[in-house]
Structures are given as C-alpha cells and as structure tokens.
C-alpha cells in the first residue's frame, strides 16, 4: 500500500457525532491529489439527471438508461475499469486509489453501474481467456458495447451450484446447450451472458462443467421476467432450446469451468458489498431523521429509542469498513482474502438490511404507497413526498435478497465455521 488510507471525513464525523470511536485522519498527499482529480472530474461529469437516478436507486444498480450514460462518461475517460491493469485497458490504480474513487463517485452522487462485465468476467478473461476472447470481449466491456448477465444459478442449483443441468452438447465446433438458468439479474437487457454448463457427467459433480460465453440474441434463448416482492423487474429465467454455442466460446478446457470460475466466485463475494453506498444512505436517512416527526411532535432524531438505533447501525457500519479495508490491503498485498471475504459478504449483507429497515421504520406509512412510476428517474411524472420515503419500501424489499444473493449467509458461516474456527 503507498500509504494508509485516509477515510472518508464524513464517516469520522458521524462516528465522533455518535461518541463512537474513530480513526484519526492520516492524510497522504499523493491520495490527497489523485482526489482532487477525482473531485473536479466528478464535478465536471455528474448531472442532476444523473444525481437523481442515484437517489431514486432501490437495486443493486441505478435506472439502467442512467446507468449506462455514466458508465460511458466513465468509459470515455478511461475510468470504467479502475480494478483492471493498464495493458487490458484498465486505469492501473492501487487497491487503496480504487477504493478512494468509489468513495468519491458515490460521496458526490454518482449512479450504481451495472458492471458484471468488469467485475466478473474481465478477471476471469484476462486469466483464462484465449488471445482472441480477450482481443473481442475486453475492449467491448470497457466501451459498454456488451453488458453481461451470470448465468450459474438454476432450478436445483444455487447454494449447491455444482448440482446444475443446464446441458451442454458437443457437435463439432459448436456446443448445443438445453435447459435453463435461474435469477439471472439483468439477462432482459444484457447483450451477452457467461455461463457454466454441464458437458459432462463426472464422478464428482464438480466435474464436466464447461464456461461458456453466449450472445443473448442466439436462436433458442427466451428470457422471462421474474417480478420481485419489491414489485421491480431485475430478475430472470432464461430457457435454451437448442442453442447453438461456438467452440471458441469456451473458457478455459472443457470440463474444467468450474475451476474457470471459482476464484472469480470468492472474489465476487466480497466485492458485492459497496459500503460507501451503504454509508451514504445512512447520512440521507439521518439527515432526513433529524427533520421528521416521531408523530408525537418530537423530532426522530432526538427520540432515544430511534438514535441508538441510527448509532448502532453507523458502529456496525464503521466496523464492516474496517472489514472492507482489511480485504483490500489483502489484495494491495497480492494475497488471497481467504475466509475475509465471506465475512465481509456475511456481515456487509446484514447491515445493508439494517440500514433499510431503520429507512422503513423512518419513513412509517409515507413509504406504503408503491411509486414505481416515479421512481424511474426518466418518467414525466414526479415523486409524491420525499424521496427517502418513496425509495424506502421497494429498497427494505429488495435487501432481503443481500443475504441470498452471491452466497447466501448459511453457506458463508459454513465456509467461516471450516476456516476460521477449523469445526
Ligand atoms: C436478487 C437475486 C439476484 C440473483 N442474481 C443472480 C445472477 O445474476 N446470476 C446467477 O447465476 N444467480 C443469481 N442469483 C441466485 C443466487 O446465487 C442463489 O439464489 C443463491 O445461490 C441461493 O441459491 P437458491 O436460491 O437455490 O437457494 P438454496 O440453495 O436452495 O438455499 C435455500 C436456503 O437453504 C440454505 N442452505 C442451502 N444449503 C445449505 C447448507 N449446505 N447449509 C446450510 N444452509 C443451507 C440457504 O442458505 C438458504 O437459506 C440471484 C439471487 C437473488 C435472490
């Protein structure tokens, strides 16, 4: 690490206005420039569009339209692919500049991407893909050409994942693939999905599973919609009905997928808790607290019962940062996290339900009314109320799926019980 991390100011704020106790800033002049940068790029760059598609964000990324329009100013910028090395496009920054952007794009108002393709598959190329697979997919990732969907999950295969059927034939140069994913987040809008497929059946079920790349607009794929309890569209089922796969769309040997995608499995898990997302949801929630009513005429914030509540959401959070910080210099360090990440993904997922719960606690029956209309950044029509209230319910609904998604909870105490405590 060139140096330690100076965190976010508004963090150590919060934490010294709740008497917890916080690290002392440890300013760095090179972090303190490649800040600045950042700021005045972002101050140039974000648009009140794109703020608004930030705060009326309730999944796991912004109003796709708005989404997409950042990823390309990023992309222009040569910023979309902060984690990736120089010579596959990437911007080459350390783990601790990364984090530091993240902080800055979120602090400043910046939608959630959809980046699948950067996150998940760009590592697993640049380590397993052929020559040609990178010269193709990279390239068009970092432009936002192709957005990816993860096509792993199905009917009996979740936690259990090397249970999946999805079949994948060879004939000649191509692979026919029958059967169907489940819960595949965006495959309505992405342009291509990775894969695994069984082509064989092996003695361990691990075995015979192939990673494939698939252009969603192939013969054979229907994509039906799967409505969530928040009432969003961000799920799928996805059938293949004789879809046809080019051999050269195989990573790494046949059979061997499920070695393809295992590092990049671990990696995703930590990965998906964004806590300066979380952090700054929790500042627009206390803000919104410290003018809202308890109903009795009192102000929510000074309500003794509600403010330990907001405290020990922001310790919780606070200590998940330090968490996220601890993986990260495990990554400066080019060691493997380990059994960090599925802490980081345990505890990260929790607090995230934490903070959405406080927000629906908050906003009481202001949040019932559904406006999902208006909740689209891009709709002639605007919010009735606040919109912490109106983005309070569809978001509490959509957390509850962070203890399931990209390894649920139990599977990660699991994985903790084994390599942690040896049980
Ligand atoms: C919002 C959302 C988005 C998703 N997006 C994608 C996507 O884009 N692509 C994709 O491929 N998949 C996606 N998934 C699927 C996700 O990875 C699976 O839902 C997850 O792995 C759990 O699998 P399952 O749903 O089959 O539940 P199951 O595996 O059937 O688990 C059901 C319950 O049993 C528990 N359980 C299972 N096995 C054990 C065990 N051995 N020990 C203790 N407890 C156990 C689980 O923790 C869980 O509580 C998504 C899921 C959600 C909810």
């Known amino acids: 690490m060139p140096g330690p991390i100076d965190l976010d100011s508004r963090t150590q704020t919060s934490a010294r206005t709740n008497g917890a106790r916080h690290l002392a800033p440890s300013p760095h002049s090179d972090e303190e420039h490649f800040r600045e940068e950042v700021r005045a790029f972002l101050a140039e760059n974000l648009d009140d569009e794109l703020r608004r598609a930030a705060r009326l964000t309730t999944g796991v990324h912004s109003h796709i339209d708005a989404s997409q329009r950042w990823y390309k100013i990023l992309a222009d910028k040569g910023w979309i692919a902060p984690t990736w090395p120089k010579e596959f496009g990437g911007t080459g920054w350390s783990a601790s500049q990364c984090h530091l952007f993240n902080l800055e794009c ?32 990279l390239p068009a990732i970092l432009s936002g050409e192709h957005i990816w969907c993860q096509g792993y999950s199905e009917p009996p295969a979740g936690s259990d994942l090397a249970a999946l059927k999805l079949k994948a034939e060879r004939g000649g140069d191509e692979y026919v693939l029958n059967g169907t994913k489940l819960w595949t987040t965006g495959a309505h809008f992405s342009t291509h999905m990775f894969c695994l497929a069984r082509s064989a059946t092996g003695a361990r079920k691990q075995e ?44 790494g040997p046949e059979g061997e997928g499920w070695r393809v995608a295992k590092d990049q499995m671990q990696f995703a898990r930590s990965n998906n808790i964004n806590t300066a997302w979380v952090r700054e949801t929790l500042t627009r929630l206390s803000r919104f607290c410290a003018t809202e009513s308890t109903g009795y005429g009192d102000i929510l914030a000074d309500d003794p019962a509600f403010a330990r509540r907001l405290a020990q ?12 910080l601890r993986v990260l210099a495990a990554n400066e360090a080019g060691h493997n996290p380990g059994a960090l990440s599925s802490m980081l993904k345990t505890r990260g997922s929790e607090v995230k339900q934490r903070v959405s719960e406080l927000a629906a606690d908050a906003v009481a029956y202001y949040g019932l009314p559904l406006q999902h209309t208006a909740l689209n ?30 390894g649920a909870s139990e599977i990660q105490r699991d994985v903790l019980a084994k390599r942690v405590l040896g049980l």
């Open 208 to 251: 015979g599973i192939t990673y494939l790349l698939i252009d969603m607009t192939t013969p054979g794929i229907t994509i039906e919609p799967i409505i969530s309890i928040s009432g969003e569209h961000e799920l799928n089922q996805v059938f293949f009905d004789n879809v046809r796969v080019p051999v050269a769309n195989r990573v």
């Open 377 to 406: 950044p891009f709709a002639p029509c605007s919010i009735i109320g606040s919109e912490v209230a109106a983005t309070a319910l569809p978001t509490y609904l959509n957390e509850r799926a962070a203890t399931i998604y990209s």
């Open 313 to 324: 959401a922001d310790i919780l959070l606070q200590s998940i940062e330090m968490m996220e």
């Open 106 to 137: 979120t602090r400043a108002g910046a939608p959630l991407l959809c980046q699948i393709g950067i996150r998940h598959l760009g590592p697993v190329l640049m380590a397993h893909g052929t020559q040609a697979q990178k010269d193709c997919y």
